[in-house]
């Protein structure tokens, strides 16, 4: 989950109104949305759970099927390796085993041509100028990267420029290089974008990360502007996780989608370096980090040199090979040729730096539990009395927490039309501490599923809310975001907010307490002791809006205010 990457898809001059914030409405009503949903809603306040219903999705299923895939064996389920082909097996043999037909021509896989660089940077990278010189230390002080398939990437005495948070933004008459020559140089750039700081709620979206805050779009924009490289300053608060996140994330093998030009139109250094590292930086130019964040978030902020040069090295091992996702369908009886998506990634970090002596990055909650969903899921189409009429497509993806790999390649790549899919429901990361009251949708208001979604609630009690956190940014973290991107509606939704038996900072709390202690670490391991009456009540409600879906005749819309209204409008005007 988390990292995503919308690599390709806009290009500057259509950036304006696509990179609003998917959170469906500005940041400063998220709160006031969320309380007036809540008070329209009726939920009983008894602290009992919701009967479970005989239709196969159940706690214990998905305790099975999350206890294998997130078992040592598959170790960390990493794309190109031996977790790689025991995850894609298992989840083609279970498909198979429900009696569910291949979706690929003939196959359960389908290939997604990547390149796995192994880049191992110079233990140390030096930056000198102003008669001062800094060394600054891998893993603990920076996490570099490239996407350029060169056995060696060197950077020598490239010009350090700070750009603010990297941004051209003309919808919002904002422009971070205006004036700012770049070319051949390395850029440093701040986390999220310039409404996060909260001192000005109608910059972009406030306190609503857009994707201008995205760390894929940075580079992007960087390249655009003929950088040789960016470096973004990692600040816990605003990134929504903390250091440790981007070194399990970053280190080691990284895998990219294959392209003819083998990474060329990249900026030929990715990387982060640590808040303290960027305000030692600040320092040895003679410059106070704190004031240059500040001038960086106010209207009017103009880059500038730091009269710094970088030199570093990155080592590579390139391998262009092909990576799976697993597709699997239930053919319609009446619609055959219309398809629902249910989708949820099958990879996480696979091996890594050992933590408490355990090296294998589980990825039970993220995201065994997404995949264990799918197949109870199917299990409950296979269980019910009435066939859906429309095909029901099951989609486990790849290359989640490369930047969306499987689900972009799949988007771009369909295995069955655009025009005739109804819609995708995502699962990803579903939670382990009991019932919940509420449905909690990222990216409410974009469409027309809010209500499907709030129907399936009712009939369990449960009251819908947006996401409260959109500061994170997590609408474009999660594999929902590529079927979006071209025009396919969307459904991301589980329970995070309240719990029907502790409350609400119970919920809160335990939210808190996963992305602090177990995110993208070897701690996130399958737990006997956890309760998962709650994933299987999330796994249930989608099950029941994919039930309503495949029923109708109709297609669900984006809403008027969506930026992907006419992209679907345009992709459904032939059919």
């Not at 370096?273 to 980090?289: E, I, P, S, V």
Request: proline letters at 5%.
């Amino acid at each position: 989950m988390r990292f995503s990457s919308l690599r390709g898809w806009l290009v500057p001059a259509a950036a304006g109104l696509l990179l609003a914030s998917c959170q469906g409405k500005n940041s400063a009503d998220s709160e006031t949305d969320s309380r007036t949903v809540i008070r329209n809603e009726s939920v009983s306040t008894d602290t009992a759970s919701v009967p479970t219903p005989n239709d196969g999705i159940t706690p214990a299923l998905l305790a099975r099927h999350i206890k294998v895939l997130a078992s040592d064996e598959f170790q960390g389920r990493r794309p190109f390796t031996v977790g790689e082909e025991k995850t894609t097996n298992y989840l083609a043999a279970e498909f198979k085993k429900l009696g569910l037909k291949p979706g690929a021509g003939g196959s359960y896989f389908q290939a997604v041509p990547l390149v796995e660089i192994v880049g191992t940077p110079d233990s140390v990278a030096t930056v000198t100028g102003n008669g001062k010189s800094l060394t600054l230390k891998y893993r603990d002080d920076f996490m570099f990267l490239t996407e350029y398939e060169q056995p060696t990437v060197a950077i020598k005495n490239s010009p350090l420029v700070f750009a603010g948070y990297g941004v051209t933004a003309p919808e919002y008459g904002w422009d971070d290089y205006a004036g700012l020559d770049v070319k051949g140089k390395t850029v440093v750039v701040l986390i999220n974008d310039p409404g996060n700081a909260g001192n000005d709620s109608t910059l972009f979206k406030g306190k609503a990360m857009t994707y201008y805050g995205r760390w894929g779009y940075k580079y992007e924009e960087a390249a655009r502007h003929g950088a040789t490289g960016l470096l973004i300053i990692h600040d816990t608060a605003p990134a929504s996780y903390p250091w440790t996140v981007v070194q399990s994330s970053n280190g080691g093998a990284k895998l990219r989608p294959q392209t003819a030009d083998k990474g060329a139109s990249k900026v030929s250094l990715e990387g982060w370096m640590t808040l303290d590292a960027a305000k030692r930086l600040f320092t040895a130019a003679g410059q106070n980090y704190d004031q240059a964040y500040a001038a960086a978030n106010k209207k009017g902020f103009k880059g500038s040199a730091l009269g710094l040069n970088l030199t570093t090295t990155i080592h590579n091992k390139i391998t262009r090979k092909a990576s799976k996702n697993v597709v699997a369908v239930l053919p319609g009886t009446k619609d055959p040729s219309e398809y629902i998506i249910y989708s949820a990634h099958w990879d996480h970090l696979g091996i890594g730096k050992a933590i408490n002596g355990d090296s294998i990055h589980n990825g039970a909650l993220d995201n065994a539990s997404g995949c264990a969903a799918l197949l109870a899921i199917a299990n409950g189409f296979r269980q019910a009395k009435e066939k859906p009429q429309r095909s029901i497509v099951f989609l486990a993806v790849t290359g989640e927490e490369q930047g969306l790999l499987g689900s972009d390649y799949y988007a771009q790549h369909p295995l069955f039309p655009v025009a005739s899919t109804v819609a995708d429901i995502n699962m990803d990361e579903l939670l382990a501490f009991g019932p919940m009251r509420d449905v909690t949708i990222t990216g409410y208001g974009q469409s027309e599923l809010d209500e499907y979604a709030r129907a399936a609630a009712k009939e369990q009690n449960r009251y819908i809310i947006p996401y409260q956190h959109p500061e994170t940014g997590s609408f474009y973290r999660s594999d929902h975001f590529s079927f979006a991107k071209v025009g396919i509606p969307a459904l991301y939704a589980s329970g995070q907010y309240e719990s029907r038996l502790h409350g609400k900072a119970y919920a809160e709390q335990q939210r808190k307490d996963f992305e602090e202690k177990n995110y993208h670490q070897p701690s996130d391991e399958y737990d006997p002791s956890w309760d998962l009456r709650g994933a299987a009540q999330d796994a249930r409600l989608l099950f029941r809006v994919g039930q309503k879906l495949a029923g109708e005749t109709t297609f669900p819309k984006w809403k008027e205010s969506s930026e992907f209204k006419a992209t679907r409008e345009k992709s459904m005007a032939g059919k």
